[in-house]
């Protein structure tokens, strides 16, 4: 299957970069766009849970997103309203069901996630429990295609930096593309995104531009995603639990090279990589993303 983005990053939206003036290495005026960042409060029903920084957009997709990757959504929870506001920087989601999570609250691990990533620790006391389907798939040539149409799609990133992105993705082609200053909160935004609309899980590919670290193969393995692909690379923890749980994880995805350290049964060599044009040079310098 081949098609365009469902949703994707619009770089020029307004309020996501501003523009700036500031000095070159020459001492030249130079003028230069950077990503904003604001604080954003998430309350389930009358419960305040967290504040996250994040550029702005997508609120409702984050804070559904994120709620689910805390276990603090069931799959049987109905979503009764998302309210927003811009000017307090809150946004509420409400359930039908009553909701209490004062004791969760209290258990919380920090991340190596950038803007301060946190998972809750009841939820890693869980991953053990987790079977991710083993009938997924992941073809050389939907590989090589994905991170050609990811690194060239225009983003914020090549607009102003100082950001991340993840990608859902299925077979050779690429869903939804979203972006944050924190990995974490993009992975959110497309569990919102994947929640909100009652998209399956087993067949889909999940791309990231940052590191694969402990955090974003938990996170991989809680959405039930069985492949995991990054232009970057590994963390021994995050190799270590991608064995465990049976995820398969891709990293130093360039060009016609890729590293596999975990569910390399999933992989189906379909295409020489002597057929595949390497990556250029400017394009390894305008998408990779520095470790963060």
């Not at 991170?147 to 993840?166: D, F, K, M, Q, V």
Request: glycine share 8%.
């Amino acid at each position: 299957m081949t098609g365009a983005y469902l949703l994707k990053p619009d770089p020029l939206a307004p309020g996501l970069s501003t523009s700036v003036t500031g000095i070159d290495q020459n001492g030249e005026t130079v003028e230069t766009r950077v990503v904003t960042e604001k604080p954003l409060t998430l309350y389930l029903n009358s419960q305040e849970v967290v504040t996250m920084m994040t550029i702005g957009d997508h609120p409702d997709l984050l804070a559904v997103g994120y709620l689910k990757n805390q276990h603090m959504l069931a799959d049987d929870d109905v979503i009764t309203g998302i309210d927003y506001d811009d000017d307090l920087e809150v946004v509420v989601v409400r359930t039908e069901r009553e909701t209490n999570f004062e004791e969760k609250l209290k258990k919380k691990v920090r991340t190596s996630g950038c803007a301060q990533g946190t998972v809750f620790g009841d939820v890693m006391e869980g991953f053990e429990t987790i079977a991710l389907p083993k009938d997924g798939k992941l073809k050389t040539s939907w590989l090589y295609e994905l991170t050609r149409t990811i690194n060239t799609t225009p983003s914020l990133y090549l607009e102003a930096g100082a950001i991340h992105g993840c990608v859902l993705c299925q077979e050779n082609s690429a869903l939804v593309y979203m972006e944050d200053v924190g990995r974490h909160n993009a992975v959110d935004k497309i569990a919102g995104w994947m929640v909100l609309n009652n998209i399956p899980a087993h067949d889909k590919i999940f791309y990231t531009t940052g590191r694969l670290t402990s955090e974003m193969v938990i996170k991989t393995v809680m959405m039930g995603i069985p492949i995991l692909v990054s232009r970057s690379g590994f963390t021994a923890w995050g190799v270590e639990l991608a064995r465990q749980a049976g995820l398969t994880l891709i990293g130093r995805a360039r060009g016609k090279r890729f590293i596999a350290l975990a569910g390399e049964e999933r992989i189906e060599f379909d295409t020489e990589p002597g057929q595949v044009d390497d990556e250029p040079e400017k394009a390894k310098r305008k998408g990779s993303v520095p470790a963060a």
